[in-house]
């Protein structure tokens, strides 16, 4: 059977072989530019959405650091400093925040967000449980709110501590290339131990929650006068 010859000489199944070829390459480049394209957006999309995330803790402790400076306390104030050092360094691990790309077990990850803002919280509890000992309406009231805030600042230091160990392992970890089970091990112990003084945290701020609710405010007759001395 003779072959139909296009205007060239070249058979027209051939030239239509051709032009189906063209058109699949082109489908091809355009799929090619589609998807690089797309993960270009998401990255930028990622990292416009991790930036906002780190905005918006520096936002936090600032507001945080600054509130604090009432107490007058400079424990609070380096807890503050610590947890703001920790953070850095657990954002650029890729712990913290949406980072689809981080190192670490999920595992890991949640429990350090979780004992780094049991962190914050407590310490923002702190200064509520101060300020509500400056109404106390008797010197007992008053010592016992001071006395609890005492033991909670404990509490928060040593899980500050607890943090910043599981981050020196993590990091150390890191820069070894070392996932051994040991390594793990090491973090999730601190992770816990860390969590468990959170826990105790919580139950404490319970307490002085109904210490607080207890307590009778402070009448304008039973305040102390001017020279400190109590009403008869």
Not at 74 to 86: F, H, K, N, P
Not at 104 to 121: G, T
């Amino acid at each position: 059977m003779a072959l139909t010859l296009g205007a060239f000489g070249a058979p027209v199944g051939f030239l239509a072989f051709l032009g189906l070829t063209g058109i699949l390459a082109g489908i091809g480049m355009a799929a090619t530019r589609w998807v690089f394209g797309f993960e270009a957006i998401s990255q930028t999309a990622m990292a416009e959405m991790q930036g906002e995330n780190q905005r918006s803790q520096t936002v936090n402790l600032d507001r945080l650091e600054q509130d604090l400076k009432v107490d007058r306390d400079s424990r609070t104030a380096q807890s503050v400093q610590d947890l703001r050092r920790l953070y850095r360094r657990l954002d650029k691990a890729g712990v913290m925040g949406n980072q689809t790309d981080c190192p670490v077990l999920p595992e890991i990850k949640a429990k350090a967000e979780q004992l780094y803002q049991s962190c914050l919280d407590s310490l923002a509890r702190t200064l509520e449980f101060w300020r509500a000992a400056q109404e106390m309406a008797t010197q007992e009231g008053r010592k016992q709110m001071l006395d609890a805030r005492e033991s909670l600042i404990a509490e928060v230091g040593k899980s500050v501590y607890h943090l910043g160990k599981t981050v020196d392992h993590l990091q150390a970890s890191m820069l070894k290339r070392d996932r051994q089970d040991d390594s793990l091990a090491r973090m999730r112990q601190e992770l816990d131990m860390g969590l468990e003084v959170a826990q105790r945290i919580e139950q404490r701020m319970d307490q002085l929650n109904r210490l607080g609710q207890e307590a009778p405010p402070i009448a304008d007759s039973d305040k102390p006068s001017s020279d400190g001395k109590q009403p008869g």
